[in-house]
């Protein structure tokens, strides 16, 4: 045991190294990990054709999200009413038959567990903190919001977990956003970790894992921790966390895969040390002021792309990086929008509320707040409402929210992915504009041609209720 | 995995900064079960917008190298992204930085990534518009016809793996009795941990 001073990332890297080989390359045991059926059906092939097994079953769960459609699942019957893409059903299918043969607990496309890996996981209590936790995707970071060590990874990788519950790396450099003072009111964790990715740009946590501290952390409800650890791989970083504390513990407790009994307070004493030591010091430092963080929204195509909603759209020649002021002409091309225009003056046709960004229910209860009594506005086409879990959607329709939002005119869908990336039914078509609670606005990223503008869900219902980018906060003092 | 030793050839000179994983492949084709067959969807985008683009020019067919700008990669963890590179016929990428998780997914596919500093991949866009160029993955070395030679640093772990052409699983299963007694003190240590998903039954 090392007496020097560790962050919280070193600790959770020590407790996990197997080996450390000459070359300074560290084998690394992996708590749990998380597959769907995108990036695994190559990964199970592949163990198949070598005649290797799943080394930890019980340390793997598998859930369909990203290609599944989010409408009915079963029919009057309660008969499964089969994909009509084929693709999409033999992908499935995939992971239907490759779960079982190979031992790992599977929720499937009916289950009220089954949702988005990144919102079934802690929702689960599968993920926990001080862990170490992967998934074939980019979005794990998410998990470090209960205080774990959560990245994402490639299908050669999972293979590699599958067959050895451990993986070969070096140890990342680490990184502390510290966010100093309190976010004013109406201003949400997607709105501050928009922000931060709009200051540290997408190339920023490169290398590193990022630590978000300060006292905004401390106050806030595990969802909204969840929401800004998501999005650190459009920071750059592969991973990011917040110490855990007893809003975690209380968040756990009691969920399925959770510590149990005498098993629990041992779980509770060991999360209690997973935290930086006063005198530890981070390779990279940035420090955010939580008092100028207004709503947030973007303009580009590249989540960097981040102003204040009372902002307007940027002129490329503004920026001193003159590969900058090309991606930006590029982006303003492909957005069809002018320097100098008002964000509160884009218009949209599309409203997307879900993801494994904004997808839980404390995400739902803030755009139905808005959407309470309120129609959507001509402008919009299509808006769906696609909570994260059977269980997220259980739960709000049990609050009624579900009514709030069919009632504004929105639809509400079966869990799932969603919009978010383009590869199930449900898409925004090329051309239009969405508000989207999603996380990515790259270019055709929710449909060819399709053009996308990040926000809170509260902002997203905002869109709704207006037909344009909007600051929620004026809504919500004059109630239509 | 096969050995990978030296890339040369012609560069296609792309350039762009922050290319996402969405840009080299986007998910509609992510709904294969196969690793073939991704290079026509590779940089769709980019390819059904413009006629003229570099992809299907005739000139840069079948070039194993491509130049890029600063954050190549960044974005999804689609392993499809490599995939579709090396369908297409490329190799290695040249480019000032990388996402960490695009740059592991090319060196289990044996793509090289090769970092240089931005005046050094200005200079092999200029060089790559007309002429070839070399990768030395041994030397760690990018020359050109005329006489460029620049540098590069690679992890030692992971050139070792290119150079002798080395699977991974199979060199980590090999770890066998150090993986289990780890896990004996974790069972040991951490019950409640150990048991993922055997807690409820």
């Known amino acids: ?145 209960l205080g774990a060590w959560a990245f994402g990874i490639g299908t050669s990788e999972v293979e590699h977990v599958l067959a050895t519950q451990t993986l070969l790396l070096r140890p990342s450099k680490t990184m502390e956003v510290r966010v100093e003072g309190e976010l004013s009111l109406g201003v949400t964790a997607k709105d501050l970790i928009m922000h931060i990715i709009g200051t540290i740009g997408t190339a920023g946590g490169t290398g590193h894992v ?18 800004v650890c998501n999005m650190s791989i459009e920071g750059g970083a592969r991973g990011g966390l917040i110490a855990p504390d007893e809003t975690t513990f209380a968040y756990i407790k009691g969920r399925p895969f959770a510590p149990q009994g005498a098993e629990w307070d041992d779980a509770v004493a060991y999360w209690k040390t997973l935290y930086s030591d006063p005198d530890a010091t981070f390779d990279k430092s940035v420090v955010i002021d939580a008092s100028k963080v207004e709503p947030s929204v973007t303009w580009g195509t590249s989540p960097e792309d ?158 709704a209720v207006t037909g344009r980018l909007t600051d929620v906060r004026e809504l919500t003092r004059e109630p239509a | 995995m096969e050995k990978v030793s030296t890339v040369e050839g012609r560069a296609i000179p792309f350039g762009r900064k ?44 079948g070039a194993p190298i491509l130049v890029a700008g600063d954050n190549f990669g960044c974005g999804s963890s689609r392993e499809h992204a490599a995939w579709a590179l090396l369908d297409l016929g490329i190799r290695a990428v040249i480019a000032p930085s990388f996402s960490d998780i695009f740059a592991g997914n090319a060196f289990k596919n044996g793509i090289l990534t090769v970092a240089l500093p931005q005046e050094q991949v200005t200079r092999l866009l200029e060089v790559a518009a007309t002429d070839p160029i070399t990768i030395d993955l041994e030397a760690q070395s990018v020359t050109t016809p005329f006489q460029d030679r620049f540098t590069f640093e690679i992890d030692p772990f992971r050139k070792h793996c290119l150079l002798e052409g080395l699977d991974e699983v199979g060199l980590t299963l090999t770890r066998d009795e150090v993986i289990s007694r780890y896990e004996k003190r974790l069972a040991a240590d951490k019950p409640w941990l150990a048991r993922g998903t055997g807690i409820a039954a």
């Open chain 1, 1 to 145: 045991m090392s007496s020097k001073p560790r962050t919280m990332y070193e600790k959770i890297f020590d407790a996990h190294v197997i080996e450390q080989r000459d070359d300074g390359t560290c084998l690394i045991f992996i708590d749990r990990h998380l597959v769907h059926e995108v990036t695994s059906p190559q990964a199970f092939e592949a163990l198949r054709m070598k005649g290797r097994t799943v080394r930890h079953p019980e340390l793997t769960l598998a859930v369909p999200d990203h290609n599944l459609p989010t409408t009915a699942r079963v029919d009057a019957e309660g008969n499964r009413i089969p994909i009509a893409d084929k693709q999409s059903r033999d992908q499935l299918a995939a992971l239907e038959r490759n779960a079982p043969d190979f031992g790992v607990r599977y929720f499937d496309a009916t289950a009220r567990q089954q949702g988005i890996v990144h919102v079934v996981g802690p929702e689960q209590g599968f993920s926990l903190p001080g862990t170490t936790i992967v998934c074939g995707d980019s979005h794990t970071a998410c998990h470090g919001g």
């Open chain 1, 210 to 227: 990022i630590e978000y501290r300060g006292p905004v952390f401390e106050k806030m409800s595990i969802e909204s921790r969840l929401t």
């Open chain 1, 306 to 463: 981040v102003v204040a909603i009372g902002d307007r759209v940027p002129d490329p020649e503004s920026f001193d990086d003159p590969s900058k002021q090309e991606a930006a002409r590029a982006s303003l091309d492909y957005m069809d929008l002018t320097p100098g225009m008002r964000m509160q003056d884009v218009e949209v046709q599309n409203i997307f509320i879900g993801s494994c960004t904004n997808s839980r229910i404390e995400d739902l209860r803030a755009a139905a707040e808005v959407l309470r009594g309120r129609r959507k506005h001509a402008n919009i086409k299509w808006g769906i409402v696609v909570p994260g879990s059977g269980l997220v959607k259980m739960q709000a329709e049990a609050e009624g929210l579900d009514k709030i939002f069919t009632d504004a005119g929105l639809e509400w869908r079966e869990p799932g992915c969603s919009a978010c990336l383009g590869m199930n039914p449900d898409k925004v078509p090329g051309g239009e504009r969405s508000a989207s609670t999603s996380n990515r606005n790259f270019v055709g990223r929710q449909g060819p041609g399709a053009r996308t503008h990040l926000v809170s869900p509260a902002m997203a219902a905002a869109a």
């Open chain 2, 18 to 61: 922050n290319v996402d994983t969405d840009l080299i492949i986007p998910a509609r084709w992510l709904k294969t079960t196969s690793r073939e067959g991704l290079g026509e969807g590779a940089f769709e985008a980019v390819r059904t917008s413009d006629p003229e683009n570099i992809f299907d020019s005739e000139e840069f067919a």
